[in-house]
């Protein structure tokens, strides 16, 4: 299977790469082709200068116009093949504009004559021009998930053509719901999970029932950028949060630290169309308080260059016990798209200071889970802490050598410094008692580098359309840290009646400076590609394979392995409205090396590759989506043989699963968000036999979730909303012996927008996370359990400036 996939790919992508390469002497004549050809789209409904943009950005044509008049009138959008003239007229009909053609490849907009003079452009004029690959793709009606998003490099892709899972979440939902951190949009989905209570200072995610880092979360597709660690990445700057399912090696590379259940792409904001100046005054239990301020911009001729600025502040103590975070975050997005070349820049700082972490605790083999206590108790006590910072940027561009030919490059990294305290605890009993230990208090340092450059070729071979890609990407990244334990132990304790010893000495804060090399990763990466179409799009089928290079030294193990990781995906459109898919795609993480005690003792693996196949449908009907999938992962396990004592990768976890997402408006003023997840997890060629058949740990078996939207015809403005979370139980060990109960949580909220003259809005919103107080636990893959965030109030205003 891979290596027949490998083959294929390599034929039909390397060459539409350089077939592509020699069109150029025909751009005249294939501009005009373009004009004349019929293409499919589909385009949802929304505000005729949005949809007209869209349309314009999708068919390759510069459009000018001004948007003001024509964001008041509403568009069913565009569905079906079209040449763009007849694109353009469908969109245009019964709105009172015509298209003219300018002369020089560029088309304008007028009135029709009797109507009104002929439009201006003045400076707030839109130029559409092709999408930069992260440009976020439009929102569903209702704003909450946009129809399309960055399948690696394959970049932006709608949904219905997409042979993935994948939903996309907009700054309007976290706007609307409050969304402070990355992990909380994340609460939306069933299949991604964010394991850790924000309480934890730390973001902890799973997908499909696997582990994945959030040091692998991905900065307009690149690795290495976010923030991580202990610093989890702030919402206020970030335009779209990409929940890509399941393994993906051939479209993103190896995730740094190994992660395969699926990916998780932030998209910064850019400055759009209209000028924006917003800002937003906040408040969350118990004493949050701060502002946010958003400033976006463009200039030039034609609207070329594009401003925007995010600055966030907030302090306080939060609803748990003992607890105060502070958080910073300055960012700047820059952009510049002209008719051929397209750049973009984005540099950011963030700063928190979290006191009173409450971590992820561990429970001693064998006991049984205790009762969680209360959720706004905090039995970690008030030293623990937690102080990351971290510059971080890129610059990203583009270049269309012709019609045929796309050329981009890329650059990004960060640095995090953090300093932090934990007193790591120990359940001992279901009484709750925890063991005495002794306090650490630690300085941490990574620097990352990342780079990625590639070719995007677009061409025909008789009945055949091809998009063929040809990419690098590599990644540094050095990790330091330097550990300093405390004198004195840290006293027993109980979780439902804590006792704190006294505050530590915290002059023994280790220096950032004194920090040692923990591990140096070097990720290198190429990446060849192509998606193959016909019957107008309406067959797709997408062929690739990925080299990867993985260099690591540290940890006692130096390490250099390269493996090869294929990927085949169909897409079927049989009609506009649904879309059927299978694929068959891997995931790559570092291989294990062999421990002292082992007969082959430092013996380094290959690689571990993930295999998923999966297959699913989607559907698509004004304005509301729908994506079905049902897969199976396959994960390496190893393990030493008891017989032999020979370490090898041999064992094996394995999830078969079924996704169900839905998204949008079902019907004028209604909108759901949500979905259903099950998995069927399975331990299996575990060693000896031990725990088979037995369930992964942190695995539930449902994972349930509705949310809700309702514009209240009563009183035009206001919205009420409300989601219901059903986790059902799972397994704190592999051995199945540790029941973590079922939960289930609501949350509630409401927001009131109009306008207070001039065209400037205000939007009031309130929001009740975990609305009935409920305690429960949480855990992750490593067996550790975490306790619920408390019910918390949040408050915000919107004002238009």
Same mark, same amino acid.
């Given at each position: 299977?891979?290596?027949?996939? *490998?083959?294929?790919?390599?034929?039909? =992508?390397?060459?539409?790469?350089?077939?592509?390469?020699?069109?150029?002497?025909?751009?005249?004549?294939?501009?005009?082709?373009?004009?004349?050809?019929?293409?499919?789209?589909?385009?949802?409904?929304?505000?005729?200068?949005?949809?007209?943009?869209?349309?314009?950005?999708?068919?390759?044509?510069?459009?000018?116009?001004?948007?003001?008049?024509?964001?008041?009138?509403?568009?069913?959008?565009?569905?079906?093949?079209?040449?763009?003239?007849?694109?353009?007229?469908?969109?245009?009909?019964?709105?009172?504009?015509?298209?003219?053609?300018?002369?020089?490849?560029?088309?304008?907009?007028? !009135?029709?004559?009797?109507?009104?003079?002929?439009?201006?452009?003045?400076?707030?004029?839109?130029?559409?021009?092709?999408?930069?690959?992260?440009?976020?793709?439009?929102?569903?009606?209702?704003?909450?998930?946009?129809?399309?998003?960055?399948?690696?490099?394959?970049?932006?892709?709608?949904?219905?053509?997409?042979?993935?899972?994948?939903?996309?979440?907009?700054?309007?939902?976290?706007? %609307?719901?409050?969304?402070?951190?990355?992990?909380?949009?994340?609460?939306?989905?069933?299949?991604?999970?964010?394991?850790?209570?924000?309480?934890?200072?730390?973001?902890?995610?799973?997908?499909?029932?696997?582990?994945?880092?959030?040091?692998?979360?991905?900065?307009?597709?690149?690795?290495?950028?976010?923030?991580?660690?202990?610093?989890?990445?702030?919402?206020?700057?970030?335009?779209?949060?990409?929940?890509?399912?399941?393994? %993906?090696?051939?479209?993103?590379?190896?995730?740094?630290?190994?992660?395969?259940? /699926?990916?998780?792409?932030?998209?910064?904001?850019?400055?759009?169309?209209?000028?924006?100046?917003?800002?937003?005054?906040?408040?969350?239990?118990?004493?949050?308080?701060?502002?946010?301020?958003?400033?976006?911009? !463009?200039?030039?001729?034609?609207?070329?260059?594009?401003?925007?600025? %995010?600055?966030?502040?907030?302090?306080?103590?939060? +609803?748990?016990?003992? $607890?105060?975070?502070?958080?910073?975050?300055?960012?700047?997005?820059?952009?510049?798209?002209?008719?051929?070349?397209?750049?973009?820049?984005?540099?950011?700082?963030?700063?928190?200071?979290?006191?009173?972490?409450?971590?992820?605790?561990?429970?001693?083999?064998?006991?049984?889970?205790?009762?969680?206590?209360?959720?706004?108790?905090?039995?970690?006590?008030?030293?623990?802490?937690?102080?990351?910072?971290?510059?971080?940027?890129?610059?990203?561009?583009?270049?269309?050598?012709?019609?045929?030919?796309?050329?981009?490059?890329?650059?990004?990294?960060?640095?995090?410094?953090?300093?932090?305290?934990?007193?790591?605890?120990?359940?001992?009993?279901?009484?709750?008692?925890?063991?005495?230990?002794?306090?650490?208090?630690? =300085?941490?340092?990574?620097?990352?580098?990342?780079?990625?450059?590639?070719?995007?070729?677009?061409?025909?071979? /008789?009945?055949?359309?091809?998009?063929?890609?040809?990419?690098?990407?590599?990644?540094? !990244?050095?990790?330091?840290?330097?550990?300093?334990?405390?004198?004195?132990?840290?006293?027993?304790? %109980?979780?439902?009646?804590?006792?704190?010893?006294?505050?530590?000495?915290?002059?023994?804060?280790?220096?950032?400076?004194?920090? $040692?090399?923990?591990?140096?990763?070097?990720?290198?990466?190429?990446?060849?590609?192509?998606?193959?179409?016909?019957?107008?799009?309406?067959?797709?089928?997408?062929?690739?394979?990925?080299?990867?290079?993985?260099?690591?030294?540290?940890?006692?193990?130096?390490?250099?392995?390269?493996?090869?990781?294929?990927?085949?995906?169909?897409?079927?459109?049989?009609?506009?409205?649904?879309?059927?898919?299978?694929?068959?795609?891997?995931?790559?993480?570092? /291989?294990?090396?062999?421990?002292?005690?082992?007969?082959?003792?430092?013996?380094?693996?290959?690689?571990?590759?993930?295999?998923?196949?999966?297959?699913?449908?989607?559907?698509?009907?004004?304005?509301?989506?729908?994506?079905?999938?049902?897969?199976?992962?396959?994960?390496?396990?190893?393990?030493?043989?008891?017989?032999?004592?020979?370490?090898?990768?041999?064992?094996?976890?394995?999830?078969?699963?079924?996704?169900?997402?839905?998204?949008?408006?079902?019907?004028?003023?209604?909108?759901? *968000?949500?979905?259903?997840?099950?998995?069927?997890?399975?331990?299996?060629?575990?060693?000896?036999?031990?725990?088979?058949?037995?369930?992964?740990?942190?695995?539930?078996?449902?994972?349930?979730?509705?949310?809700?939207?309702?514009?209240?015809?009563?009183?035009?403005?206001?919205?009420?909303?409300?989601?219901?979370? !059903?986790?059902?139980?799972?397994?704190?060990?592999?051995?199945?012996?540790?029941?973590?109960?079922?939960?289930?949580?609501?949350?509630?909220?409401?927001?009131?927008?109009?306008?207070?003259?001039?065209?400037?809005?205000?939007?009031?919103?309130?929001?009740?996370?975990? +609305?009935?107080?409920?305690?429960?636990?949480?855990?992750?893959?490593?067996?550790?359990?975490?306790?619920?965030?408390?019910?918390?109030?949040?408050?915000?205003?919107?004002?238009?400036?």
């Amino acid at each position: 299977m891979r290596a027949s996939v *490998l083959s294929l790919a390599v034929g039909s =992508a390397l060459a539409g790469i350089v077939g592509a390469a020699l069109i150029g002497s025909g751009a005249v004549q294939a501009a005009e082709a373009v004009v004349g050809e019929k293409k499919r789209y589909a385009i949802p409904a929304g505000k005729l200068s949005d949809v007209l943009a869209h349309f314009a950005a999708s068919a390759g044509v510069p459009l000018s116009f001004d948007p003001r008049p024509l964001s008041a009138i509403h568009s069913d959008g565009l569905q079906g093949s079209f040449s763009v003239e007849e694109g353009f007229a469908r969109l245009l009909a019964g709105s009172g504009y015509e298209l003219v053609d300018k002369g020089d490849g560029a088309w304008s907009l007028q !009135r029709l004559p009797g109507t009104a003079d002929t439009l201006a452009l003045p400076a707030s004029t839109v130029t559409a021009s092709p999408r930069l690959s992260g440009e976020p793709m439009p929102a569903y009606a209702g704003g909450q998930v946009a129809t399309g998003g960055q399948v690696g490099i394959l970049g932006n892709r709608d949904i219905m053509d997409t042979p993935f899972n994948q939903t996309n979440y907009t700054a309007e939902l976290m706007e %609307n719901q409050q969304a402070r951190h990355i992990a909380a949009v994340l609460n939306n989905d069933p299949t991604a999970h964010a394991n850790g209570a924000t309480s934890t200072g730390a973001d902890d995610f799973s997908i499909r029932g696997f582990y994945v880092s959030n040091t692998d979360l991905l900065f307009g597709g690149m690795p290495g950028v976010a923030p991580t660690f202990f610093n989890s990445m702030m919402a206020e700057s970030i335009e779209r949060v990409e929940v890509l399912k399941g393994p %993906n090696a051939l479209l993103n590379g190896s995730a740094p630290n190994g992660s395969v259940g /699926g990916t998780i792409n932030l998209v910064p904001k850019r400055a759009g169309a209209q000028p924006l100046t917003q800002f937003t005054p906040s408040y969350a239990s118990d004493s949050q308080v701060g502002g946010h301020l958003d400033i976006g911009r !463009r200039f030039g001729a034609e609207q070329e260059f594009g401003v925007r600025f %995010n600055g966030v502040y907030r302090d306080g103590d939060t +609803a748990t016990d003992h $607890q105060s975070r502070e958080s910073q975050l300055l960012a700047l997005g820059l952009d510049y798209s002209g008719e051929s070349l397209r750049l973009s820049s984005d540099l950011g700082y963030q700063k928190q200071d979290l006191e009173g972490i409450t971590d992820f605790t561990s429970l001693a083999a064998g006991v049984p889970v205790p009762d969680a206590p209360d959720a706004g108790d905090n039995y970690d006590g008030p030293y623990d802490f937690s102080k990351p910072e971290v510059y971080y940027g890129t610059v990203r561009g583009e270049f269309d050598f012709n019609e045929h030919l796309t050329g981009y490059a890329a650059a990004g990294g960060s640095e995090r410094n953090t300093q932090y305290m934990l007193n790591l605890r120990t359940i001992v009993d279901a009484e709750g008692n925890l063991a005495p230990g002794n306090g650490r208090m630690s =300085a941490d340092k990574m620097y990352s580098r990342a780079q990625e450059a590639g070719l995007r070729g677009r061409f025909e071979t /008789g009945p055949v359309s091809h998009q063929a890609v040809l990419a690098y990407s590599g990644l540094d !990244r050095d990790w330091r840290r330097i550990n300093v334990n405390l004198p004195g132990a840290v006293p027993a304790s %109980n979780i439902y009646r804590p006792v704190f010893g006294p505050k530590p000495d915290f002059s023994l804060v280790p220096d950032l400076n004194d920090a $040692q090399t923990m591990q140096d990763l070097k990720l290198s990466s190429v990446a060849l590609v192509d998606t193959l179409s016909v019957f107008e799009e309406r067959v797709q089928l997408t062929l690739g394979a990925r080299q990867q290079k993985i260099d690591s030294t540290g940890f006692g193990v130096s390490y250099d392995e390269k493996e090869v990781t294929p990927m085949a995906g169909l897409v079927i459109r049989p009609w506009q409205e649904v879309s059927f898919y299978a694929n068959y795609i891997e995931g790559l993480e570092q /291989g294990p090396t062999a421990p002292d005690t082992a007969a082959n003792a430092g013996e380094v693996f290959a690689p571990s590759v993930t295999e998923q196949y999966e297959v699913g449908t989607k559907l698509e009907l004004d304005g509301f989506g729908a994506t079905l999938s049902l897969y199976q992962i396959t994960q390496p396990s190893a393990f030493t043989d008891p017989a032999s004592n020979i370490f090898k990768v041999n064992g094996e976890q394995r999830h078969r699963g079924m996704d169900l997402n839905v998204y949008g408006e079902v019907m004028e003023g209604v909108r759901l *968000l949500g979905g259903a997840a099950y998995i069927d997890s399975e331990l299996t060629r575990t060693e000896g036999g031990i725990n088979e058949g037995n369930r992964g740990a942190a695995v539930p078996e449902w994972r349930l979730i509705l949310g809700a939207e309702w514009d209240t015809p009563f009183m035009p403005g206001l919205t009420l909303s409300a989601r219901a979370t !059903r986790n059902e139980s799972m397994y704190l060990d592999q051995a199945n012996t540790q029941d973590i109960p079922a939960w289930t949580r609501l949350d509630i909220g409401a927001r009131y927008r109009f306008e207070r003259g001039e065209g400037k809005a205000v939007t009031l919103r309130a929001n009740l996370d975990n +609305a009935l107080d409920d305690n429960y636990w949480d855990a992750n893959s490593f067996g550790q359990l975490t306790l619920n965030d408390p019910r918390t109030l949040s408050l915000s205003a919107t004002f238009d400036l």
